[in-house]
C-alpha cells in the first residue's frame, strides 16, 4: 500500500524559510510524478508545485509562488522536497504532497495517492 509523510512544517516569521519533506513508499517512486498541494483554512485545496517523473524532471508552479518555491526530487531517498523561501502570512496552510501518473501534473484530480499534510503557519 502506498504512503506518502511530509514532514519539515512549523511557525516561521515572514521573510523565513523552511523545506518540506516527503517521503514515499509503496509504490515505483521514480515512475510518478510528485506534486506539493495547500490547503488553507476554508478554502479549497490548491495546486502549489509539481515535479515529472521524466529525466528532463520538468517542474511546474502556481503563479503565487514562482520565484520562491522550489521543488526537487531525491529518487534514490524517495523522497521530494519543497523549498519555501520568503514566506508570506498567505502562505499558511496545511501542505500536502501527492502521486500522479500524469505528464503534466497540475491539477487535483490527477493524483491518487496523497499525504496526511503538515502545518505551514507564517506568522509574525
Known amino acids: 500500500q502506498a504512503r506518502l509523510v511530509e514532514s519539515g512544517g512549523g511557525l516561521v516569521q515572514p521573510g523565513d524559510s523552511l523545506r518540506l519533506s516527503c517521503v514515499v513508499s509503496?509504490?515505483?517512486?521514480?515512475?510518478?510524478?510528485m506534486g506539493w498541494f495547500r490547503q488553507a483554512p476554508g478554502k479549497e485545496r490548491e495546486f502549489v508545485a509539481a515535479v515529472t517523473w521524466t529525466n528532463a524532471n520538468t517542474t511546474y508552479y502556481a503563479d503565487s509562488v514562482k520565484g520562491r518555491f522550489t521543488i526537487s526530487r531525491d529518487n534514490a531517498k524517495n523522497t521530494v522536497y519543497l523549498q519555501m523561501n520568503s514566506l508570506k502570512p498567505e502562505d499558511t496552510a496545511v501542505y500536502y504532497c501527492a502521486a500522479s501518473n500524469a505528464p503534466m501534473p497540475i491539477a487535483r484530480y490527477m493524483y491518487h495517492t496523497w499525504g496526511q499534510g503538515t502545518q505551514v503557519t507564517v506568522s509574525s
Open positions: 509503496g509504490l515505483t517512486f521514480h515512475m510518478h510524478a
